[in-house]
Antibody, heavy 122, light 107 residues
Framework: EVQLVESGGGLVQPGGSLRLSCAASGFTFSSYAMHWVRQAPGKGLEYVSA????????YYANSVKGRFTISRDNSKNTLYLQMGSLRAEDMAVYYCARVGVPAAMLAWFDPWGQGTLVTVSS | DIQMTQSPSSLSASVGDRVTITCQAS??????LNWYQQKPGKAPKLLIYDASNLETGVPSRFSGSGSGTDFTFTISSLQPEDIATYYCQQYDNLLITFGQGTRLEIK
């Protein structure tokens, strides 16, 4: 079964840092680009970041550029999102998602992880 | 960024009704348009990819159409388990954007 499991969310103070992880199983992780999408409480979906299958290309939404870093360890089948200088507006459920087509950077997202909640508050 | 205007923002319909949601892109995105279903407390689930392709395992009452800037998502006969919020998403470039969502309720 193709599965993505996020971890690492929690409570962090404004200005603080947090690293999210997304453990992948059931597919050849190194063949797929991966993405992060977030959802603030009661709000819609917001695209955050992307990384190519080999980690050589990355992309960030303007709202997180310079503060977040996406990375992956294909030997561990794990995707990461290092978040820094966190703000109240970063508070959200963070989902990792696999692109639907191997080797493509862009396509539909399938599957998604269950999400991990990041709370930014003093 | 490409803006996705999704309407309506909420919708109330009866079991068995035909339900239609539209999504309009601010520029031509060809058929790079996907539809997701999100139930409360759950992750989004892919229903339709590339505007009109039904994801494997998704009931055939769900369908999608359109290209360019105008897209439509249809549930042919609403079922109680279809209560959810639905999102469109474009991937014409890495500036991926989602529609605002349509909250679907049973009348």
């Amino acid at each position: 079964e193709v599965q993505l499991v996020e971890s690492g969310g929690g409570l962090v103070q404004p200005g603080g840092s947090l690293r999210l992880s997304c453990a992948a199983s059931g597919f050849t992780f190194s063949s797929y680009a991966m993405h992060w999408v977030r959802q603030a409480p009661g709000k819609g979906l917001e695209y955050v970041s992307a990384i190519s299958s080999n980690g050589g290309s990355t992309y960030y939404a303007n709202s997180v550029k310079g503060r977040f870093t996406i990375s992956r360890d294909n030997s561990k089948n794990t995707l990461y999102l290092q978040m820094g200088s966190l703000r109240a507006e970063d508070m959200a459920v963070y989902y990792c998602a696999r692109v639907g087509v191997p080797a493509a950077m862009l396509a539909w997202f399938d599957p998604w992880g269950q999400g991990t909640l990041v709370t930014v508050s003093s | 960024d490409i803006q996705m205007t999704q309407s309506p923002s909420s919708l109330s319909a009866s079991v068995g009704d035909r339900v239609t949601i539209t999504c309009q892109a601010s520029q031509d995105i060809s058929n790079y348009l996907n539809w997701y279903q999100q139930k409360p407390g759950k992750a989004p689930k892919l229903l339709i990819y590339d505007a009109s392709n039904l994801e494997t395992g998704v009931p055939s009452r769900f369908s999608g159409s359109g290209s360019g800037t105008d897209f439509t998502f249809t549930i042919s006969s609403l079922q109680p388990e279809d209560i959810a919020t639905y999102y469109c998403q474009q991937y014409d470039n890495l500036l991926i954007t989602f529609g605002q969502g349509t909250r679907l309720e049973i009348k």
